[in-house]
């Protein structure tokens, strides 16, 4: 895979809800694509799904809500938000959303993060803060995992 498209899938999976960075990353260094410029393309877009969120939540949501397969949808995704992120926000407050957009787990990026805050009454400007600084470190953990292990099976395939 190369030119346009390599760029538009890592997009793509930057944004993702499933994937973010965790699968951006990976898939960029394997197309590649210099892990300084995965790191920043990724993480790059991955910051960007605070502000979309936040505009999806006060705009089409509320259209989106008269319809009853998304309204079922959407509180279970809130029950969850809110169950994994209640303890961090009262006990941290917004840093706690930092930290927990910044565990690269599955269902603990920027969009359950954001989600979780606009649910808990975060402010937008400390959710967008947060969300940005838990992406950072995010994708510096998930670049390291990659790159290291990139390094332990070079050394393997080398000694066998």
Request: hydrophobic fraction near 60%; aromatic fraction near 14%; charged fraction near 15%.
């Amino acid at each position: 895979m190369s030119g346009i498209s390599l760029y538009l899938w890592i997009a793509f999976l930057s944004f993702l809800p499933i994937s973010e960075l965790r699968g951006a990353i990976p898939f960029a260094i394997a197309n590649q694509v210099p892990w300084y410029a995965a790191y920043a393309m990724a993480v790059f877009l991955n910051a960007l799904v605070a502000p979309a969120c936040w505009v999806f939540l006060s705009t089409l949501h509320k259209l989106f809500l008269k319809m009853g397969w998304y309204r079922r949808f959407f509180e279970r995704f809130i029950e969850r938000a809110r169950n994994k992120l209640a303890g961090k926000v009262e006990r941290w407050g917004w840093p706690g959303v930092a930290v927990f957009v910044a565990i690269p787990l599955p269902l603990t990026g920027a969009w359950t993060g954001t989600l979780g805050a606009w649910v808990l009454g975060l402010s937008r400007r400390k959710t967008m803060l947060a969300v940005v600084l838990g992406v950072l470190v995010s994708g510096a953990i998930v670049t390291a995992v990659v790159m290291l292990g990139i390094q332990a099976l070079e050394m393997f395939v080398k000694k066998v």
